[in-house]
């Protein structure tokens, strides 16, 4: 059961923007360094397969382990200070992420998509990003203006 939503106004969402995607761009980094320590693991246990199950590196393989971790850890934090921030992260893979806002009462979502320049196109709660309308000065003039900071 939903406690509080926190709901953005335009401009906050435009303010806050630079340092959510300082953070989910951290997150990525954080995200595909553990699928290389992932990957780098695998291999690693694939050749030792094919050498015949020659002796294992022990220092080795928990190096690639450690990697896996920490980074997931670091991922993990940038993620819940996304979220803390009120702010709902959608696809990670794709910098996908959702300001909540009141248009005329109702929830919207203000999107962005990492590699915009801006918050340009909102959407309706269940329309997801296929429902992505572009946001016209109307549209901003019409958003709620509380917002539950």
Same mark, same amino acid.
């Given at each position: 059961?939903?406690?509080? #939503? ?12 630079? /340092?959510? *995607?300082? @953070? @989910?761009?951290?997150? $990525?980094?954080?995200?595909? /360094? ?6 780098? @693991?695998?291999?690693? !246990?694939?050749? %030792? ?8 590196? #022990?220092? #080795? ?7 896996? !971790? ?8 940038? *993620?819940?200070? $996304? @979220?803390?921030?009120? *702010?709902?992260? !959608?696809?990670?893979?794709?910098? %996908? $992420?959702?300001? &909540?806002? %009141? ?10 998509? %990492? ?16 429902? #992505?309308? &572009?946001?016209?000065?109307?549209? *901003? ?9």
């Amino acid at each position: 059961m939903e406690t509080s #939503r926190r709901y953005f106004t335009y401009q906050l969402a435009s303010d806050l923007l630079p /340092a959510i *995607v300082s @953070l @989910l761009r951290d997150a $990525i980094k954080a995200k595909n /360094a553990r699928s290389k320590a992932q990957e780098d @693991l695998k291999a690693y !246990k694939q050749r %030792l397969v094919l050498a015949g199950g020659a002796y294992p590196n #022990r220092n #080795r393989m928990a190096a690639y382990v450690d990697m896996a !971790k920490t980074s997931h850890e670091a991922m993990k934090q940038c *993620v819940d200070h $996304i @979220l803390d921030q009120g *702010v709902e992260v !959608k696809d990670l893979d794709r910098g %996908l $992420i959702d300001f &909540p806002a %009141l248009y005329h009462g109702q929830p919207v979502y203000l999107c962005f998509h %990492l590699g915009e320049e801006s918050i340009t196109h909102w959407h309706g709660f269940e329309e997801g990003f296929a429902g #992505r309308k &572009p946001i016209s000065q109307d549209f *901003v003039d019409q958003l709620d203006a509380g917002s539950s900071s």
